[in-house]
């Protein structure tokens, strides 16, 4: 089956990364896959949860939203709370992130991971998860040198950091496992699923789902297969930003 952009089934769209596309924030990357485009900030708190007082651990969280005109029809803007969508989502790029930290060694500050959709074709979790991990190690290595010599000095990168972290969506579509779906494609899909993989191998989240359909054992090894490859090549990339951040 050929796809609506020509690809391989194993083939991910290309991707576009730009580093400080906002001046004002700790980090920030404008992540491109495709013509999914989302930005990606990370801000330092020098606070922690209430619920968190006394632990001597950090915290990790995201938020996530669609701008308005990301999608074809106009997306209102959620001024009551976020959607039960936007929930799930933001949860989901929040325990990707807590997933590679060391939140004991993070020390009692937090990290806050906004993903503002810029334009949505499909993949929009999975590429802010991408460009997440990128701004906030940026901006965990921007608080280390910023931290002055008279203060106990920040555990190494390493330390925090424990790993890479990366995601992809792979899907069955018209009986075919194919890599990275866009929207038509996600839309099309008897099988959506996106599965979120450290570089050490791990798996922090699988999500799999059969669209008024089901898919059996080796369909779903199909899919994992294809996406490992994608997570592979995706922390490659992050590689190439952060090579001298987190080795």
């Not at 906030?136 to 002055?148: E, G, I, N």
Request: charged content about 25%.
């Amino acid at each position: 089956m050929a796809r609506v952009d020509g690809r391989k089934n194993d083939q991910l769209r290309t991707i576009k990364i730009t580093e400080d596309f906002v001046s004002t924030a700790e980090a920030s990357y404008l992540i491109e896959v495709g013509k999914t485009r989302i930005l990606c900030c990370a801000s330092l708190e020098e606070e922690i949860p209430r619920w968190l007082k006394g632990k001597n651990k950090g915290w990790v969280t995201a938020e996530y939203s669609l701008l308005p005109r990301s999608t074809t029809t106009r997306v209102k803007r959620e001024r009551t709370g976020a959607s039960g969508r936007t929930q799930e989502i933001q949860r989901l790029i929040g325990r990707a992130l807590r997933g590679v930290v060391d939140l004991e060694a993070l020390g009692e500050r937090s990290f806050v991971v906004d993903c503002d959709v810029i334009e949505a074709d499909g993949g929009t979790r999975t590429a802010s998860i991408v460009g997440g991990f990128l701004a906030l190690a940026k901006a965990l290595q921007r608080m280390k040198q910023s931290q002055p010599s008279s203060v106990v000095a920040v555990p190494p990168m390493r330390q925090i950091l424990r790993h890479y972290v990366s995601a992809v969506s792979v899907g069955m579509v018209n009986g075919e496992a194919m890599l990275d779906l866009c929207y038509v494609e996600d839309s099309e899909a008897e099988v959506d699923m996106n599965v979120v993989r450290t570089d050490s191998g791990h798996f922090v989240e699988v999500q799999g789902t059969g669209e008024e359909s089901v898919y059996s054992r080796q369909q779903l090894n199909a899919m994992l297969d294809l996406a490992e490859k994608g997570c592979n090549e995706l922390v490659t990339l992050q590689k190439q930003f952060l090579g001298s951040v987190l080795p």
